[in-house]
């Protein structure tokens, strides 16, 4: 396996902002809003509901952000879930415009595969560790450098880098995609998660250099302290998304993407899931399989260099105030709203429909199983 020397990114808290609004994780910077009480709460919520009516717009979230946009997703016909399946239903929905809470290449995405749509998110300046980890004229250079291989990247890149790229692949698809490619002797570029490149890698024996990137809540997690948790449910299931380090891979018995690890929590004859991605997935398990236990993997202990809550602060960025507010004002103002240069667009979106072709005429529909995932769970999938 071939690897690239990239300089590590700094999430380091600009001076600007105010440390009392930055998230606790130690080596991440975000403006996460403050909770509102219950009242508020409340009132938001209908106000929401009602803007989405008014506005004809749909609201689209990730498994990572908070619980009650999630809730509210589904009460109001949107959908919770991966990042391909957010932007494939906003493309099918028959409103005109999309809310997505999530991160900025899910906006971007959405864009891409509905430039017709007008596309908000809560926060524009919700990013990613991946996307930050992989600036587009590096990357370009680096392709430059390897004419003959076939560009693969990762959903959480910015639609310049998906510019330049033959195939975008997510989490639910990428061993196949690279097993196919690979089976048709193509030589690869990996971009950018250097842990999950590994895992598709080792699974694969595809030829690939790999971009160094990596998320900074999965790269957290620990294997010296997993392997203690085991020991301690020895008849736990260990659930790894494999952005997640080899180490901690090595000790799963299911390695899949958010889709993958929820299906998972339905396993028959099991009670107990160790669960290694964002905490914000446990919402949706425990929708998807209540009365199971859930646990988090350890992402700190004598092991640690940095702890971390396993949680994105990015996504965390997402709240119900900020949410009303983009609904409120942003159809005027242009707050929240996503743009894409067309042209980039075009060429961003040929990568993702190369994808989208490849599901189809291999019978993956979508993130695998994300179709079956909510129609199994009556009463929390989209209508
Ligand atoms: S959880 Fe990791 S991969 Fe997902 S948006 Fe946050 S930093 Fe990026």
């Given at each position: 396996?071939?690897?690239?020397?990239?300089?590590?990114?700094?999430?380091?808290?600009?001076?600007?902002?105010?440390?009392?609004?930055?998230?606790?994780?130690?080596?991440?910077?975000?403006?996460?809003?403050?909770?509102?009480?219950?009242?508020?709460?409340?009132?938001?919520?209908?106000?929401?509901?009602?803007?989405?009516?008014?506005?004809?717009?749909?609201?689209?979230?990730?498994?990572?952000?908070?619980?009650?946009?999630?809730?509210?997703?589904?009460?109001?016909?949107?959908?919770?879930?991966?990042?391909?399946?957010?932007?494939?239903?906003?493309?099918?929905?028959?409103?005109?415009?999309?809310?997505?809470?999530?991160?900025?290449?899910?906006?971007e995405t959405?864009k891409i595969l509905n430039p017709e749509?007008?596309v908000?998110?809560?926060?524009?300046?919700?990013?990613?560790?991946?996307?930050?980890?992989?600036?587009s004229e590096?990357?370009n250079?680096?392709?430059?450098?390897?004419?003959?291989?076939?560009?693969?990247?990762?959903?959480?890149?910015s639609a310049a880098v998906k510019a330049r790229a033959?195939?975008?692949?997510?989490?639910?698809?990428?061993?196949?995609?690279?097993?196919?490619?690979?089976?048709?002797?193509?030589?690869?570029?990996?971009?950018?998660?250097?842990?999950?490149?590994?895992?598709?890698?080792?699974?694969?024996?595809?030829?690939?250099?790999?971009?160094?990137?990596?998320?900074?809540?999965?790269?957290?997690?620990?294997?010296?302290?997993?392997?203690?948790?085991?020991?301690?449910?020895?008849?736990?299931?260990?659930?790894?998304?494999?952005?997640?380090?080899?180490?901690?891979?090595?000790?799963?018995?299911?390695?899949?993407?958010?889709?993958?690890?929820?299906?998972?929590?339905?396993?028959?004859?099991?009670?107990?899931?160790?669960?290694?991605?964002?905490?914000?997935?446990?919402?949706?398990?425990?929708?998807?399989?209540?009365?199971?236990?859930?646990?988090?993997?350890?992402?700190?202990?004598?092991?640690?260099?940095?702890?971390?809550?396993?949680?994105?602060?990015?996504?965390?960025?997402?709240?119900?105030?900020?949410?009303?507010?983009?609904?409120?004002?942003?159809?005027?103002?242009?707050?929240?709203?996503v743009h894409v240069d067309s042209a980039l667009g075009k060429q961003a979106y040929r990568c993702i429909d190369?994808?989208?072709?490849?599901?189809?005429?291999?019978?993956?529909?979508?993130?695998?199983?994300?179709?079956?995932?909510?129609?199994?769970?009556?009463?929390?999938?989209?209508?």
């Amino acid at each position: 396996m071939n690897q690239v020397d990239i300089k590590p990114v700094e999430f380091d808290l600009p001076s600007q902002a105010s440390p009392s609004t930055s998230c606790k994780p130690s080596q991440a910077w975000a403006r996460v809003p403050q909770q509102p009480g219950p009242d508020e709460r409340a009132a938001l919520k209908a106000e929401i509901k009602a803007l989405l009516k008014a506005r004809d717009a749909v609201l689209v979230a990730h498994y990572y952000v908070d619980s009650e946009l999630q809730d509210l997703a589904e009460e109001t016909g949107g959908c919770v879930s991966d990042s391909l399946e957010m932007a494939r239903f906003g493309r099918e929905s028959k409103q005109q415009n999309l809310v997505v809470a999530g991160v900025r290449f899910m906006g971007e995405t959405s864009k891409i595969l509905n430039p017709e749509k007008r596309v908000f998110m809560p926060d524009l300046d919700a990013t990613c560790s991946l996307d930050l980890g992989c600036p587009s004229e590096e990357f370009n250079a680096f392709c430059d450098q390897h004419p003959d291989r076939t560009v693969v990247v990762y959903a959480n890149t910015s639609a310049a880098v998906k510019a330049r790229a033959d195939w975008m692949v997510t989490s639910s698809i990428a061993l196949d995609i690279v097993g196919h490619l690979h089976a048709q002797g193509q030589k690869l570029i990996w971009a950018p998660d250097r842990h999950l490149g590994q895992y598709i890698q080792k699974q694969t024996g595809a030829d690939m250099l790999l971009w160094q990137g990596s998320c900074l809540v999965h790269d957290e997690f620990k294997a010296e302290e997993l392997k203690m948790l085991k020991a301690q449910h020895p008849q736990a299931m260990v659930l790894v998304h494999p952005e997640s380090p080899a180490d901690v891979v090595a000790l799963a018995d299911v390695v899949g993407s958010t889709t993958q690890l929820i299906k998972a929590t339905q396993t028959p004859g099991v009670d107990t899931y160790i669960v290694a991605t964002d905490n914000g997935i446990l919402h949706k398990m425990r929708q998807f399989a209540p009365g199971k236990t859930l646990i988090e993997a350890p992402t700190a202990g004598n092991s640690a260099t940095c702890k971390s809550c396993a949680h994105c602060p990015w996504m965390a960025m997402n709240g119900l105030k900020n949410l009303r507010d983009v609904l409120k004002t942003g159809f005027d103002t242009g707050l929240g709203e996503v743009h894409v240069d067309s042209a980039l667009g075009k060429q961003a979106y040929r990568c993702i429909d190369r994808m989208l072709d490849f599901a189809k005429t291999h019978g993956i529909s979508g993130p695998r199983g994300q179709g079956r995932l909510e129609q199994a769970h009556k009463g929390v999938g989209p209508a």
